[in-house]
Every structure is written in C-alpha cells, then in structure tokens.
C-alpha cells in the first residue's frame, strides 16, 4: 500500500522493480507501464507489463538509466544461497550497491527491509538496522533518504518515521524512499 501509494501520486513513464512479490507488481501495470527483473522471469502476459531475467547484483541496465525503481522485501536475502545465489554476507549492501548503480539523478527508488536488532535468520533472510540501509545508500552521497515509514513489531503502521525508533525492533518492516541526487 505504501508503495503503491507513493508510485500513483506521480506515475512514472515507466517503472521498474527488482524481485518483488510479482501479484502487486503486475497491478502497477493497471496504472503505468511496468518491468519486472527478477532471477526467475515471469510467464505472464498483462498489458503494460514485461518481465526481464535478471540478478540484482548484475542488473541489466546502464549507469543512472532508471527513474523509478522498486525493490520490496528482497535485499535481505541476498547473499544466503537460498536461490541459488553465492553465499556473501555482504550481498544486502552489494544489491544496495547495484540499485544505486541503475538509478538515475532525480530517480526514485522504494525499497521495503525487515530492519531491527542486526541478525540473520539461518538461510531465510537479514534484519538490518535502518541506520546501516540509509549508509548503504549514501555512499559517496549518492542518494539521500527522502522518507522513511515503518511497520513496527506491534504491527502499526506508520507512514512517516523515525528511523532511529526502530534501530533496536525486533521484526520491524522498514519504508525506504531514497532519491538519488541530481549531477551538479
């Protein structure tokens, strides 16, 4: 909802996601055209909508070509070998690294983490703290975080957070809107 809110209030000329859940993907297609890379490409046809293979560490894009990137609930299991991926305990920074690589200045990107108590849940996935997901992404003051929001553990949603307040969750889901600095 969040997501999707943020992409209708401006609609992009085209829109591209990273491995997100591929039902709410292909329903951003009802509003604006969509592509979808993922390591498992879908085999759907919707109108306005086009799916790509891909691996987020490697995307198939240039330097700074996409305006409007999404990437929801997928840099925390990068790394862990669970599809078919090498192990890495950086992999949620590298993929961090390659959505800031595609993006482009003035681009937008929605990227959705569990975030709390820094730890790995055997092969499934990483919780990170929020203040390490926003480094991530200022590397080089590259981008800058435009909005946080959260879900905290009691499952209350807040649409404008404090990053901070969810640095010690337990199982918190964090809202990142990251804009990526415009050149000169």
């Known amino acids: 909802m969040w997501a999707t809110q943020r ?3 401006v609609p992009p ?13 292909a329903s951003l297609a009802a509003w604006f055209p969509v ?20 691996s987020i560490l490697s995307l198939p894009y240039a ?12 840099i925390e ?5 669970r599809y078919d991926d090498v192990l890495n305990p950086r992999g949620s920074e590298l993929a961090a690294r390659e959505l800031q690589r595609v993006l ?16 790995t849940c055997f092969n499934a996935h990483r919780i990170h703290a929020p203040a390490a997901i926003i480094a991530w992404f200022n590397t080089c003051e590259t981008c800058e ?23 010690q969750a337990d199982y918190a889901c964090g809202l990142f809107m990251f804009r990526r600095r415009s050149l000169g």
Request: hydrophobic residues 40%; proline residues 7%.
């Open 7 to 9: 992409l209708i209030a």
């Open 13 to 25: 000329a085209r829109h591209v996601d990273v491995g997100s859940e591929l039902a709410w993907v």
């Open 35 to 54: 592509t979808f890379i993922d390591i498992r490409p879908a085999r759907v046809t919707v109108p306005n909508f086009e799916s790509k293979a891909g």
């Open 63 to 74: 330097d700074g070509s996409v305006t409007s990137l999404s990437c929801m609930h997928v």
């Open 77 to 81: 299991h990068v790394g862990l070998g």
């Open 104 to 119: 482009s200045p003035g681009g937008t990107l929605l990227l959705s983490a569990p975030v709390g108590r820094r730890r």
């Open 145 to 167: 975080l435009a909005e946080f929001g959260a879900v905290g553990d009691d499952g209350s949603f807040q649409p404008q957070a404090e990053p901070r307040r969810y640095e």
